[in-house]
T-cell receptor, first 115, second 115 residues
Framework: AQSVAQPEDQVNVAEGNPLTVKCTYSVSGNPYLFWYVQYPNRGLQFLLKYITGDNLVKGSYGFEAEFNKSQTSFHLKKPSALVSDSALYFCAVRDLLYYGQNFVFGPGTRLSVLP | GAVVSQHPSWVICKSGTSVKIECRSLDFQATTMFWYRQFPKQSLMLMATSNEGSKATYEQGVEKDKFLINHASLTLSTLTVTSAHPEDSSFYIC???????????FGNGTRLTVT
């Protein structure tokens, strides 16, 4: 079975400081990993994905994520946070071993960037 | 590219009535679409997988007679909440992907309030 954990319900960071939103996963085969962002009363917007290749993945709005196979983690990062980054962030995984399986989403982490 | 449109954005209905929510893939064909429900401050719960030309696949615990899904074309899936009750009030989000390895692309969601 596949699962995703986001250990922090809430992350607070000052504007201009680096931010990290944590994600760990569990799959039987190889993971196909995603980060999404959700603004209030909106659907989810795709930020970035990892399927293979370079462990550091760059995505939209200056976000990046680092895949760490040994730690089964896929943490989201940004060098300098903006107030407008304040939103709900979801990590998701699909197990590539099971092509037909759906995505599993983590519980979400609320990011607050303080001016 | 890969835009998913969901309509309406919000709807208020009286208890006992039915509500239809539409999900359209605007620039790609989607043989499969997904319907999620999101409770306040919680993650997405997959309700069902909508399959073009065939019956939807419902997740355990989701009443298929209450949440009717129709996927009549490669660009349109509808979710009808039948005989709605206040406990059906929630945020419903659809998603789709152009290919099996594409990220999921989400509609902007529908806020349903049943009075």
């Amino acid at each position: 079975a596949q699962s995703v954990a986001q250990p922090e319900d809430q992350v607070n960071v000052a504007e201009g400081n680096p931010l990290t939103v944590k994600c760990t996963y569990s799959v039987s085969g190889n993971p196909y990993l995603f980060w999404y962002v959700q603004y209030p009363n909106r659907g989810l917007q795709f930020l970035l994905k990892y399927i293979t290749g370079d462990n550091l993945v760059k995505g939209s709005y200056g976000f990046e994520a680092e895949f760490n196979k040994s730690q089964t983690s896929f943490h989201l990062k940004k060098p300098s946070a903006l107030v407008s980054d304040s939103a709900l962030y979801f990590c998701a995984v699909r197990d590539l071993l099971y092509y037909g399986q759906n995505f599993v989403f983590g519980p979400g982490t609320r990011l607050s960037v303080l001016p | 590219g890969a835009v998913v449109s969901q309509h309406p954005s919000w709807v208020i209905c009286k208890s006992g009535t039915s509500v239809k929510i539409e999900c359209r893939s605007l620039d790609f064909q989607a043989t499969t679409m997904f319907w999620y429900r999101q409770f306040p401050k919680q993650s997405l719960m997959l309700m069902a997988t909508s399959n073009e030309g065939s019956k939807a696949t419902y997740e355990q615990g989701v009443e298929k007679d209450k949440f009717l899904i129709n996927h009549a074309s490669l660009t349109l899936s509808t979710l009808t909440v039948t005989s709605a009750h206040p406990e059906d009030s929630s945020f419903y989000i659809c998603s789709a992907r152009p290919t099996g390895l594409s990220p999921l692309h989400f509609g902007n969601g529908t806020r349903l309030t049943v009075t």
